[in-house]
């Protein structure tokens, strides 16, 4: 268990991120970036303190504006 918290999963499907690292990672030096290959991989283990907001006018004012967005002029 230790090693896939710090890890990540074995199944193939969830080890694709390696794969696009490198690639971001190329990208990166041909364009004269200094990044490292582990800038691109998801930090497993390192769970981010989300800041959730509680205030539900504050939610249905952003959920006014999405619809209010994607309505035709």
């Given amino acids: 268990m230790d090693f896939e918290q710090s890890n990540g999963s074995l199944d ?7 794969g696009f690292a490198l690639a971001s990672m190329m990208v990166n030096w041909s364009a ?3 990044a490292k290959y ?3 991989l998801p930090k ?3 769970a981010e303190e ?4 509680d205030d539900p006018q504050a939610a249905l004012q952003l ?3 999405m619809f209010k967005a994607g309505q035709p002029a």
């Fill in 12 to 18: 193939v499907g969830e080890r694709l991120d390696h």
């Fill in 32 to 34: 004269g970036g200094k």
């Fill in 38 to 40: 582990s800038d691109f």
């Fill in 44 to 46: 497993h283990g390192q």
């Fill in 50 to 53: 989300e800041q959730v907001e």
């Fill in 63 to 65: 959920l006014t504006k």
